[in-house]
């Protein structure tokens, strides 16, 4: 059974999914699908970092991320909302050995439009004055760079493709694409009806794999799961850009909250994960490292703390780039292994593969089509950076270096010496492991005073959970026990994500409902380290249709404002009046069988599990 026609179908939802349907749109085709097997950016692009920066040693990438940011910096023009691009500016740092290969590489950016300059450790220092910068040599600045939030622009591409006339399917899960011989004939979707179309363009992250394979086209991606830390400086920093330190092999960048984003930029040894399951947290190993990084790093921060973390999935090909290729199935493109980059190009990446569609090639020649093709792999013929930088896949940490900033900050009680924490959680989990450390050793507090150079005093108050432990204090206190920094996290929580949206604001969106009449208001979703969640008000009227026959991942609880209406579950119907409530598993075949008395209107909460990259 055929559920409907277009001329493009877009399997996925996120960033590059909906950037190329906005991208075709504004070119003038418009009879588009895009089947999201959950909701708008609840995949890889609900976990992105969001950073925005040129600094790419593949000029064509340099250049994507050029043209990239003319969107972000004029997206209430573009695409008519805020993106929530914050223009801090982007520094990054090298070491003696990648000297020659930073400039090399900062000649070609110019070459091809970026905005880029080399600048001195003075300059660096007025940037971030917390950071020792005595181990790097040389640095780069983009002005025009920063971060933005990848879950609002994919929003704001997905509703200004819809002005246009794009459908935009959400819970909706293709499992199959359909050929005839040689050529692509639409897709097939969880439910068993089909999309007929002549362009299929997958763009579903890792969860392109398997249905490429399906096809005979083979896609080497490997899933990676990647693990991000959020850290509470323990003041304000005041403005600061992002930082890409590739010593350390870190990257951070503040949050509009006041915290510290820390990634990692050391993927010489890769983590496979399932993307339907996987920990959505950073475990003891990553944090302890994240620990030593930071206190190495920015020994200004002399109060710091773990906020948070999380964790997602890149979708990672052997030369870290993407593949943004046309396929031996004709009318068959893939945007898939975008390695965590895909934030930052996502506007080019909708061009291009625009142009594909269109015009069967690129129309920027310094974007050329062949750099992204997929038989590259096989032919062995990689994209690559011609300026590498020395020990990018290696960890740089020096532990002789952080034995040294002990010394030269003195006791760690001067570092914590400020009362009333704002993260009491944390604070009364270290206490608790301290204190319990404390006695299953055997030690009194003058003796852990004495093997960790830290007064009793201090002492007591850590216990107490009166004091904020700096990173250097939790790593004494961590060598003194001969435990990981992270053991003493034990039994904290993390922080907690609220959406606040007043009477009348929430966002209309377009659901697979809509298409039968149903409109949803968007009341709020929270996507952070844990499970995600969206809660919509939705409305039934006289042009709305029974339609019992919604899918979804997840549970989902129907709470009924007004009107009257039988709601199907399955093989079961419950009618429903104002004050009812009904919960539900949403892989069920659900949806209203008989609208009895109009308007109706009810509260939809979705839960759905772990999602989880594009990282940037």
């Known amino acids: 059974m055929s559920a409907a026609t277009a001329d493009v179908v877009i399997i996925g939802g996120g960033l590059e999914g909906t950037a190329t349907a906005w991208a075709l749109a504004r070119r003038g085709v418009t009879n588009i699908v895009v089947a999201e097997r959950s909701t708008v950016g609840a995949g890889g692009t609900g ?147 089909t999309i007929s179309a002549p362009t299929v363009i997958v763009a579903a992250g890792p969860w392109s794999v398997a249905l490429l394979e399906a096809r005979g086209i083979e896609v080497p991606i490997t899933v990676h799961r990647e693990q991000v830390v959020l850290v509470d400086p323990g003041t304000k920093l005041g403005p600061v850009p992002v930082f890409s330190d590739l010593v350390s092999l870190q990257y951070v960048r503040p949050e509009a909250s006041g915290e ?135 960890m740089r940490l020096c532990p002789v270096r952080l034995m040294a900033d002990r010394a030269e900050h003195g006791p760690a009680e001067r570092e914590v010496d400020e009362p009333a924490p704002r993260h009491g959680r944390l604070e009364r989990a270290i206490a608790e492991q301290v204190r319990r450390l404390r006695h299953d050793r055997g030690l009194t507090l003058a003796e852990l005073a004495t093997r960790t150079g830290i007064s009793v005093p201090m002492l007591s108050k850590i216990e107490n959970a009166s004091i904020s432990c700096s990173l250097t204090t939790l790593e004494r206190l961590a060598d003194s026990f001969d435990i990981p920094v992270t053991s003493l996290f034990r039994g904290a929580d993390t922080q907690r994500e609220a959406v606040y949206t007043q009477a009348g604001a929430g966002a209309r969106i377009v659901a697979r409902g809509t298409r039968v009449g149903h409109d949803y208001t968007l009341l709020g979703a929270l996507r952070g380290p844990h499970k995600r969640m969206e809660a919509h008000i939705v409305t039934l009227t006289e042009r709305s249709e029974e339609f019992p026959l919604f899918q979804h991942p997840g549970t989902e609880l129907l709470y009924m404002l007004e009107g009257e209406m039988v709601y199907g579950h399955g093989d079961a119907s419950y009618r429903m009046t104002p004050g009812d409530a009904l919960q539900l598993d949403g892989e069920g075949t659900h949806g209203p069988r008989e609208l009895v008395a109009l308007p109706i209107r009810f509260l939809s909460v979705v839960a759905y599990g772990e999602v989880g990259p594009d990282f940037s």
């Open 47 to 193: 976990k992105s970092s969001g950073v925005v920066r040129c600094h790419y040693g593949v000029s064509s990438l340099a250049k994507m991320a050029s043209k990239a940011l003319e969107v972000f910096e004029n997206a209430e023009e573009i695409l008519g909302t805020d993106v929530g691009f914050h223009q801090t500016g982007y520094v990054v740092g090298v070491g003696e050995s990648n000297v020659d290969a930073l400039r090399a590489s900062l000649e070609d950016q110019r070459k091809v439009g970026v905005d880029t300059q080399e600048i001195s450790l003075a300059d660096v220092a007025e940037l971030w004055p917390v950071a020792d910068l005595d181990d790097f040599a040389a640095f780069a600045w983009e002005p025009r760079g920063g971060y933005g939030d990848a879950y609002q622009t994919a929003q704001a591409f997905a509703a200004a493709a819809r002005r246009d006339g794009v459908r935009i399917l959400q819970g909706t899960r293709v499992t199959e694409i359909l050929t005839a011989g040689d050529r692509v004939t639409g897709v097939r979707l969880a439910d068993g009806t």
């Open 260 to 394: 510290i984003l820390f990634g990692n930029s050391d993927l010489a040894t890769l983590h496979p994960a399932d993307p339907d399951s996987y920990v959505n947290r950073a475990d003891a190993d990553f944090l302890e490292v994240a620990v030593d990084k930071m206190a190495h790093r920015f020994p200004g921060l002399t109060l710091a703390s773990i906020a948070s973390s999380y964790a997602g999935c890149y979708d990672v090909t052997p030369d870290f780039n993407p593949v943004i290729s046309r396929t031996p199935v004709a009318g068959l493109i893939a945007a898939v292994g975008f390695s965590g980059h895909g934030f930052k190009i996502s506007p080019s990446v909708g061009q291009l593969i625009a142009d594909l569609v269109i015009d069967g090639k690129s129309s920027d020649s310094d974007i050329p089509e062949s750099g992204f093709r997929l038989s590259r792999f096989a032919e062995g013929k990689l994209l690559r950076s011609p300026h590498p930088y020395d020990g990018a896949g290696e």
